[in-house]
């Protein structure tokens, strides 16, 4: 990567690099497109500094997108659309109230687990906020949740949606930093699972201590004999995170052709229970080009910015700049995921990658961070931002399906924030937790 060899050049900041951040803060903030604003700077970096032509911007927007990976990213949206309008979703969420239909968080915690079901199949948040937002905060509220919580829950366990594998967030990544995506998934296994694990369990004491929903009161014989059944009539549903799962994990898929098996197996299933018909076909399209068309021009437009700072020396000033302040790793780690995490509120999460990717991956190699989990910490920390008040993405996301007042849902965010970044601060600090899966010469 052109960062990576120009790491050793002479730091020179000036008003090549201010300038353009400061236009595409003022467009951002007058509502222009993300993608526009992204390349306006990129094409002000390059004319003021001079030291890449001009003719980069094209080129880059043509080659940094032809790359087989991203490929995997409209598979994987497709499916998510595809599972939706089949109804497979709602086999998910039968499976998930009954395996938690006894314990107190009930049917909270069974949208937390639908959203972690979602998220292994359409690794996007913003879709999994609105898709399990629909079938479950009414039924939350129904019992006996307040709304509020209801929809902080659904923005919560929504943050899965870039965390557990496969997600496209670790597509773009790897992409950016030269890093297997199959690698990332790997290594981003248990640390879904721990963020999901912290959702659960925040909603297991916030209930707890509000008392908002009992469980079920079942025996063990009669709880598995439901949930035999409901496995029963909605196993077919799992075949397509099984097949994601099996061929990422096996290595005998790739990511795309993993997204693609998956797409062709969702319909197939579709048609054969009958909830899926060719009608549905222009609909399901135009619903995922447009998710798509968001991403891509994103990536496209972001690549020569990262070239461009990469040419006047943006990740060595921003290292040095800031080991003159300190060389602790552990306070550097903390700024790091401060900067993710407010990052994370404001932005996507797909430009806020190839932005502070090239950035930051310097800084954590100057203090022997392995980049596999550099990359885990990053995307973690950027999904935590999602529901960071005032601010969380996901927030207004689940805000705009159901018109509840943002100030309130952020409030009763907070506590799975604070959860959700005791395992952000595990990842940064034990190594183990994101190269336990990773074969040893990538440890």
Known sequence: MLWQQLQNQPVILDWSFYGPVILFVILIALGVPVW???????????????????????????????????????????????????????????????????????FGSATVLVCGMFAAISGSDAAGAAAVGRMTIDRLVESGYPRPYACALVAAGACTGILIPPSIA?????????????????????????????????????????????????????????????LASGWYAFLVPGIIFYGIFSGKLTPTE???????????????????????????????????????PIIAMSLPLAQAMAAIGVPQGFVYSVTSLTNEPWILILMMIGILIAAGCVMETT???????????????????????????????LGVG??????????????????????????RAVPFVFFMLLVVLMIAYIPAFSTMMLPENLR
């Open 386 to 411: 999602f529901i960071t008040p005032p601010l969380g993405l996901n927030l207004f996301v689940v805000s705009g399906i159901t018109g509840e007042s943002i100030l309130k849902i952020a409030a």
């Open 258 to 296: 993993a997204g693609a098996t998956a797409v062709v197996v969702t319909i197939i299933i579709g048609f054969i229970i009958g909830t899926l018909k060719w009608s549905h076909f222009p609909a399901m399209m135009v619903s995922s080009a447009k998710v798509n068309g968001v991403i891509l």
């Open 36 to 106: 526009a604003a992204i390349g306006a700077a990129s094409i002000g970096m390059l004319y003021i500094s001079q030291v890449l032509p001009l003719s980069l911007v094209g080129e880059a927007l043509f080659s940094g997108i032809d790359h087989f990976a991203l490929t995997a990213i409209p598979l994987f949206i497709l499916t998510g659309d595809v599972l939706v309008r089949t109804g497979l979703s709602r086999k998910f969420l039968d499976v998930a109230e009954a395996l938690t239909n006894w314990t107190r968080g009930g």
């Open 170 to 230: 670790y597509i773009v990544v790897g992409l950016i930093l030269g890093i297997s995506a199959s690698t990332l998934f790997q290594a981003a296994l248990i640390p879904g699972i721990l963020i999901l694990g912290s959702i659960l369990v925040t909603n297991s004491v916030v209930n707890r201590r509000h008392a908002y929903t009992k469980g079920v009161a079942l025996s063990f014989g009669e709880w598995l004999a439901q949930l035999g059944r409901t």
């Open 351 to 381: 430009p806020n990658i190839v932005i502070l990717a090239p950035i930051l991956k310097p800084l954590a190699d100057n203090i022997g961070m392995n980049e596999v989990q550099f990359c885990i910490m990053l995307i973690t920390a």
